[in-house]
């Protein structure tokens, strides 16, 4: 499919979106945890995928992502390769159920090129930047992207602490994507939960990815609808 013929990501979704990250889920109870966070609202889910080479932690392959599909055939499920030479591994993660694959640019010396795989792969396309990676590094990038993911913790763990400059590089990134006339969606990953979330989405982010907040909740779907309620807030707040 190409870009032309399928429908842009903000047509098929209200944003803000919350999107709960299986990395902190519990695997024995992954269905049951996952039908949770839809009851609460979600209807976008975050796969993070580490290689213990890109980050120095590893967390699941391909394996995992097919279960997520299986427990919610519906759910759009947002792939987040935080792996070296992702560009070998889009067909794979296509075939697993992914959605959307995000790639990192600085794990890519032909991110383009990757880009372009995970489109004729059936799936839309993501970048995402470290915090210490400038946006200028992926700005010939943003034709061609669906999603930035602006990462707000250093890849590789769950439960660290939000880094607010991320949300400078989400204040200018809503300004070049008026500028030049896109429509890609912007996500923050890492650190959100009830007491910030309402900031991430005032600046302008379409998704809120959240791990530990959701998953570690004694009530997982209550939790959620709490979560998108703060982001619909931050969004009515909107400068
Ligand atoms: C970090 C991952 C994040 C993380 C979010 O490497 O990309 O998606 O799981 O988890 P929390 O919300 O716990 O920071
Ligand atoms: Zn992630």
Redesign the pocket.
Known sequence: MTQENRASLTSLFDFPAIAP?I??ADFTRLEQQLLACTEGGARWI?C?V?DGHF?P?ISFGPLIIEAARRALPDAFLDT?L?ISRPGDYIETFAKAGSNLITIHAEADIHAHRTLSAIRKAGCYTGIAINPGTSLSSIEELLPETDLVCI?S????????S?IPSALQKVERLVTWRREMGLNFLIEI?????LSNTESITQTGTDIV??????FKADDIRSQTDALFRKALVGASNRG
């Not at 913790?153 to 660290?160: H, L, M, R, T, W």
């Not at 990815?209 to 959701?214: H, L, P, Q, T």
Request: charged share 5%.
């Open positions: 990250s990395l902190a975050h993070d580490m980050v932690n987040h935080m990462m913790v250093n890849p590789g763990f769950g439960g660290q939000f990953d890492g650190g959100a939960g990815v959240a791990g530990s907040s959701i």
